[in-house]
Nanobody
Framework: QVQLVESGGGLVQAGGSLRLSCVAS????????MGWFRQAPGKEREFVAA????????YYADSVKGRFTISRDNAKNTVYLQMNSLKPEDTAVYYC?????????????????WGQGTQVTVSS
C-alpha cells in the first residue's frame, strides 16, 4: 500500500532553516504530483507547496513564497521542503501528500494519500 513518511521536523529559532523530507513507497512515484500541507493547532490544514511529476512546475502559498522551496528526487522516491527564514507563524504539523492527478494540486481535495506528519516549531 501507499506509504508516505515525513522527517526533518524539529525546534528552530525564528530566522532559521529546516529541510523536510518525505519518502514514498508502494507507488510509482514519478507519475504523481506531490504536495506539502500544514496544520496549526485549532486551524484547518492548509496548502504550503506542490510540485509536478517531473519537478518542472512548482506552486506555493503566498505566505511561504520566497522562503520555502519544494523539490523532488524521483530516483529516491523523495520530495523535500526547504524552509528558510522561518517565522513563529510557520509552527505546525507538516504533512506530505500524493496528488490524485495533475489538477487541483493547490487544494486539499486534490490529494488522496497523506503521511503521518512531522512537527515544526519556530520559537521567537
Amino acid at each position: 500500500q501507499v506509504q508516505l513518511v515525513e522527517s526533518g521536523g524539529g525546534l528552530v529559532q525564528a530566522g532559521g532553516s529546516l529541510r523536510l523530507s518525505c519518502v514514498a513507497s508502494g507507488l510509482t512515484f514519478s507519475v504523481y504530483a506531490m504536495g506539502w500541507f500544514r496544520q496549526a493547532p485549532g486551524k484547518e490544514r492548509e496548502f504550503v507547496a506542490a510540485i509536478s511529476r517531473t519537478g518542472g512546475n512548482t506552486y506555493y502559498a503566498d505566505s511561504v513564497k520566497g522562503r520555502f522551496t519544494i523539490s523532488r528526487d524521483n530516483a529516491k522516491n523523495t520530495v523535500y521542503l526547504q524552509m528558510n527564514s522561518l517565522k513563529p507563524e510557520d509552527t505546525a504539523v507538516y504533512y506530505c501528500a500524493r496528488a490524485v492527478n495533475s489538477y487541483g494540486i493547490t487544494h486539499r481535495s486534490g490529494y488522496n494519500y497523506w503521511g503521518q506528519g512531522t512537527q515544526v516549531t519556530v520559537s521567537s
